[in-house]
């Protein structure tokens, strides 16, 4: 009997508590304005839902020994939560709120995102999406349809027109307002116009040359300032091959003395602005003109351009796919002799190029095969960027060959003069890893690391003084020191 009494208590209590919430929940959704189509109080209503809010979170602090009384509240900021989700997307949307979207006819609704289409757009496939949602899975990588998953041939967005205008006179039919696509699409800091400037631009790319000049200088500007710019590019598979259209040659031509310098640049240019963009790494490294033209920036363009041109192999690097795809193309190649070269303006892009392409294993074993080593060495004794290329030559100094060339080259005293000189504690731990390797590598430099110790207690001084690594590496290269010297006296 007491079971069913307090059964019944419980099913009054829910009942009533349930009750309680449907009228709260009313009163949260007419405060969004958003059922009604009604603009003009939207602020106010949201400063309420805002001042609701935090008299709940403060209630729910001090409900420490009502436990019903604090779920209720709980469920009730949750409402409020949503409400004021719902007026920012209305806000957003210029007025289509989320009685547009459960009344509109299926056919209005994007593929994706379910809601009403504010700026209907097909692809190749003929499938139509709003704007924003179908960029976005775009922007992602993917090139497929989402309904058909057919591959898209292209990624270009055409308006749909037509259905632009059954959407626009059933919103008018129901007293709804309906964003301009001009609007709507500066979402993204892009309009129509813009979309189409653009494309006017790659067209130009292969008209005569002057034309092509113009536009390549005014691509290069607008991606290097506006970042949606860069994005379009991944909207369009053949948008790069158009760009790079003046660098193509012929097998038959074996340099680029035909190609405008001016024009060179300024594409090679808008190349490293795209790299910036991450979405856009994978597709540009992977377009099968772009390494090869950057190759032939590396060894043919004005200063600037294989400045520019290293810079963009650099950002693109970030990808370890990319890593493999520019190691394997022989890209480290002109990096180095463009090192060896040794402008001024280039050599720091050139460093952090091959740096990043030697993070993995194989392109190390390529960049010690195009004499990498030497070439570090000598500008390292020149002073030249020796902090970039001694963290060069600590990754390089995993290869065996590495190894041996650095000892040829004198690689051992020059490690040992910048320890003892240099004031960079990452230069002197860098320096000693370095040294480390090589001396449980090769024997013959342990006479000339005992006699830099003897005379100067180079070695000595960095175990106690270094960095945490610079102390492990230095004291291992001591105890191996002391070892042989032991071994010596027992023989």
């Keep these: 009997m007491m079971a069913v009494v307090i059964q019944l208590g419980f099913l009054s209590s829910s009942s009533i ?12 959704m007419a405060k969004t304005g958003v059922f009604d189509g009604d603009p003009t109080a939207g602020a106010a209503r949201a400063a309420e839902l805002k001042r609701e809010l935090k008299r709940l979170v403060n209630a729910i602090g001090e409900d420490e020994d009502d436990d019903v009384l604090t779920v209720e509240n709980i469920d009730r900021a949750i409402d409020a939560m949503c409400a004021l989700k719902e007026l920012k997307k209305w806000k957003r949307g210029g007025g289509v709120g989320l009685k547009a979207t459960l009344a509109c006819p299926e056919e209005f609704r994007c593929p994706i995102s379910k809601e009403l289409m504010r700026d209907p757009v097909f692809v190749a496939t003929g499938q139509t999406y709003d704007r924003p949602f179908i960029q976005r899975w775009l922007k992602a990588g993917h090139r497929t349809c989402p309904q058909t998953q057919q591959v898209l041939s292209h990624t270009l ?45 790659l067209d130009k790319m292969s008209s005569t040359l002057s034309d092509q000049k113009e536009a390549a200088k005014e691509l290069r500007l607008l991606t290097k300032r506006i970042p949606s710019f860069r994005q379009l590019f991944g909207e369009s598979l053949n948008a790069i091959p ?26 090679i240019t808008t190349l490293l602005n795209l790299s910036i963009h991450d979405s856009n790494k994978k597709f540009v490294a992977e377009t099968p003109m772009v390494i090869p033209l950057l190759m032939d920036a590396l060894r043919s363009g004005t200063i600037e351009t294989r400045s520019n041109a290293a810079a963009a192999l650099f950002t693109l690097s970030a990808l370890d796919s ?19 070269g040794g402008h001024s303006l280039a050599m720091k892009d050139v460093a952090s190029a091959i740096f990043n392409l030697c993070i993995i294993h194989e392109n190390r074993a390529r960049a010690v095969r195009d004499g990498a080593v030497r070439v570090i060495l ?46 960079c504690a990452r230069n002197k731990e860098n320096c000693i890893a370095i040294l480390h390797t090589i001396c449980f590598s090769d024997r013959n430099t342990w006479k000339a690391i005992r006699e830099e110790e003897n005379k100067y207690r180079t070695i000595s001084q960095l175990a106690q003084n270094g960095t945490s690594r610079a102390k492990r590496k230095a004291s291992g290269i001591l105890e191996r020191l002391n070892r042989a010297v032991n071994l010596t006296h027992t023989a």
Excluded at 162 to 173: A, H
Excluded at 322 to 340: F, M, R, V, W, Y
């Design 17 to 28: 508590v349930f009750k309680k919430k449907k009228k709260y929940k009313n009163w949260v």
């Design 378 to 423: 000598e500008k390292i004794l020149n002073g030249v960027h020796v902090d970039e290329l001694l963290a060069i030559l600590a990754i390089l100094s995993s290869n065996s060959k590495a190894v041996e060339e650095m000892g040829e080259f004198g690689g051992v005293p020059c490690l040992l003069g910048i320890i003892r000189e240099s004031s």
């Design 322 to 340: 990319n890593k493999e795809l520019i190691g394997k193309s022989g890209a480290l190649t002109p990096l180095i002799d463009l090192l060896e």
């Design 242 to 267: 158009q760009l790079l259209k003046p660098l193509s040659h012929s097998p038959a031509q074996s340099d680029n003395c035909d190609i405008h310098p001016d024009l060179q640049e300024d594409v």
């Design 157 to 201: 967005l055409t308006s749909n027109v037509l259905v632009r205008e059954m959407i626009s006179r059933w919103c008018k039919t129901h007293g709804i307002q309906l964003p301009d696509p001009v609007q709507y699409s500066k979402e993204d800091g892009l309009t129509e116009a813009d979309r189409d400037h653009f494309l006017s631009l």
